[in-house]
């Protein structure tokens, strides 16, 4: 498998523009996490599915944010509008639910690295 | 507010050496930890875990303690080498919480050759 894929890898843009991340999660994995990564804040657990299910979202610093999970084998994560503050590296991860989940380790994409100006 | 804190962001230590790298929570529901590396421009891999149940666990070169009365564990790596050099990262979970996994904000290890 090729691991979990995040594109794109790096996106500069300006500030008030549309931004949109894409994961594909390990096939076979039924949970998938989004996490935002700072140097104020560390990683930062965004939102997670289950079975292409939004469990949990509270992580979602705004209303600007939102993500989906239209089948098992793709998820976005969409800023509109962007903003400067908004700049961090986002990471995708995907886990199988096997047993006690929070067990299952998470296998993280690259990362796609967000700047806007 | 936090509840998994890595309370050092950076740490250095002689190649050779024990590095022992710091880790509270304050969630008493978490009962499985997990520790997690980041090189850059790479996202974080698994090291290490460990399930409340225990207090000890060993993998190699990495040893993971749990003290779940002072809410706190720590990772040692012993001898550390340079390919150790990585940002590290606590993470936990509970039942309860549907699986979520909760991280720290990270320590930067520096092993110096």
């Known amino acids: 498998d090729a691991g979990v894929i995040q594109s794109p890898r790096h996106e500069v843009t300006e500030m008030g523009q549309e931004v949109t991340l894409r994961c594909k999660p390990i096939s076979g994995h039924d949970y998938l996490f989004w996490y935002r990564q700072t140097m104020m804040r560390g990683l930062e657990l965004l939102i997670y599915?289950?079975?292409?299910?939004?469990?949990?979202d509270s992580g979602m610093p705004e209303d600007r944010f939102s993500a989906k999970m239209p089948n098992a084998s793709f998820s976005t994560l969409k800023i509109q509008p962007s903003e400067p503050r908004d700049s961090a590296v986002y990471f995708c991860?995907?886990?199988?639910?096997?047993?006690?989940?929070?067990?299952?380790?998470?296998?993280f994409g690259a990362g796609s690295r967000l700047t806007v100006l | 507010d936090q509840q998994v804190k890595q309370n050092s962001p950076s740490l250095s230590v002689q190649e050779g050496r024990i590095s022992i790298l710091n880790c509270d929570y304050t969630n008493s529901m978490f009962d499985y930890f997990l520790w997690y590396k980041k090189y850059p421009a790479e996202g974080p891999t698994f090291l290490i875990s460990i399930s409340s149940i225990k207090d000890k666990n060993e993998d190699g070169r990495f040893t993971v303690f749990l003290n779940k009365s002072a809410k706190h564990l720590s990772l040692h790596i012993v001898p550390s080498q340079p390919g150790d050099s990585a940002v590290y990262f606590c993470?936990?979970?509970?039942?309860?919480?549907?699986?979520?996994?909760?991280f720290g904000p990270g320590t930067s290890l520096s092993v110096i050759p």
């Open positions: 993470a936990a979970s509970a039942k309860t919480s549907y699986d979520k996994v909760i």
């Open positions: 599915f289950n079975n292409n299910v939004p469990i949990d």
């Open positions: 991860a995907s886990r199988s639910g096997t047993g006690y989940s929070g067990a299952n380790v998470l296998t």
